[in-house]
């Protein structure tokens, strides 16, 4: 498997792409709730509140990305990583 890596604060995902691939029902899996950003503030309630605070600031979007066609993973996840390596062997 092929993969290029973007600097997300250089040339972070569009909101097009933020409203394809998050979802609605687990918008904190998206994002990056550590950051200090979210020292003293709320949590975002919605996806909209979500992608508004990501284009703000693109790091609160969690890290890395991986797309591999249409399949697109939010974060570090080594078993997410190796399914979709066994589907792109196959």
């Given at each position: 498997m092929n993969v290029d890596g973007i600097d997300i604060?250089?040339?972070p995902p569009t909101r097009a792409f933020l409203e394809r691939h998050v979802?609605?029902?687990?918008?904190?899996?998206?994002v990056s709730t550590r950051s200090p950003v979210f020292k003293g503030?709320?949590?975002?309630?919605?996806?909209?509140?979500?992608?508004?605070?990501?284009?703000?600031n693109p790091n609160?979007?969690?890290r890395p990305i991986l797309v591999a066609g249409s399949?697109?993973?939010?974060?570090?996840?080594?078993?997410?990583?190796r399914r979709l390596g066994r589907r792109t062997e196959g």
């Open positions: 604060n250089r040339e979802d609605a029902e687990r918008v904190l899996d998206f503030r709320p949590l975002p309630a919605s996806k909209k509140e979500a992608i508004d605070l990501m284009m703000e609160l979007i969690r399949r697109v993973i939010f974060g570090f996840d080594k078993d997410a990583y």
